[in-house]
């Protein structure tokens, strides 16, 4: 079993002995290989820079954009997303297709691949069905809304 850390148990960690003592025990039982800690966020646009402001006090984070904004420095897909423990894609759907194609040969076996996306693509297809499409069983995957 894999874990992602939310915002949540990171900010109650964060309180040290204040911190709920279950949450605390949990934490301390469960194998650091079984937590996720290093995120790339796809997209520097609305969504992907309210996961920097949510994301980057607690995790190793970066974030790529496809056309950044000047005094952005994007990260470099090639380094960053192999060792990505999470990537969210803050993309429209649209483009999901063709940056997975990009991404599948340089992501890890583990890697959990979640999209906020709504709508649909230029086939028709809503994001879950192209992560399935794409993914499959391959590597975890699901829809945030």
């Not at 970066?62 to 904004?69: E, L, R, S, T, V």
Request: charged share 20%; proline share 7%.
């Amino acid at each position: 079993m894999s874990w992602l850390l939310d915002t949540n148990v990171l900010s109650e960690l964060r309180k040290g002995e204040r911190a709920n003592p279950g949450v605390r025990a949990w934490y301390a039982g469960t194998p650091a290989a079984e937590l996720y800690t290093s995120v790339l966020v796809l997209g520097h646009g609305e969504m992907g820079r309210a996961m920097e402001v949510l994301l980057a006090p607690r995790v190793s984070l970066a974030i790529w954009d496809k056309f950044p904004q000047p005094g952005f420095n994007s990260a470099v897909l090639a380094a960053a997303a192999p060792r990505a423990d999470v990537v969210i894609f803050c993309l429209p759907t649209v483009p999901h297709a063709g940056v997975l194609q990009e991404l599948l040969p340089l992501l890890r076996r583990d890697c959990l691949c979640l999209s906020v996306a709504k709508g649909l693509d230029d086939e028709g297809r809503p994001v879950a069905q192209i992560l399935a499409d794409m993914l499959g069983d391959r590597f975890a995957h699901g829809v945030l809304h």
